[in-house]
Nanobody
């Protein structure tokens, strides 16, 4: 089993920043991809961005480029989602998800391991 655990959510005013962290624990993780998704009330879960354990460029949803970045700390098996210039439309529950031995995908249905989610609320 793999256990992604998110942290770092909270309440922030529009224009502010938050940094989310996803720590993966469980059996030894060697080759995997880790993605962030978010879900606003009444909306479908959408892909935010992701990264491969093997390194290489990160992937971000086009609409979030320039405001969000993803980075990793391999020693800690942790991936960070830095969110700047936040807007009320960014409000939602942010989830960390992992696929083992597979490619990064924007389709949430392909991810087997999910964190419990962390709430991000951006006030006007």
């Amino acid at each position: 089993q793999v256990y992604p655990v998110e942290s770092g959510g909270g309440l922030v005013q529009a224009g502010g920043s938050l940094r989310l962290s996803c720590a993966a624990s469980g059996r030894a993780l060697s080759r995997y991809v880790l993605a962030w998704f978010r879900q606003a009330p009444g909306k479908e879960r959408e892909f935010v961005g992701g990264i491969k354990s093997s390194g290489g460029p990160t992937s971000l949803a086009d609409s979030l480029k320039g405001r969000f970045t993803i980075s990793r700390d391999n020693a800690k098996n942790t991936v960070l989602l830095q969110m700047n210039s936040l807007e009320p439309e960014d409000t939602g529950v942010y989830y960390c998800a992992i696929r083992l031995n597979a490619q990064l995908s924007t389709d949430a249905r392909l991810y087997r391991y999910w964190g419990q989610g962390t709430q991000v609320t951006v006030s006007p």
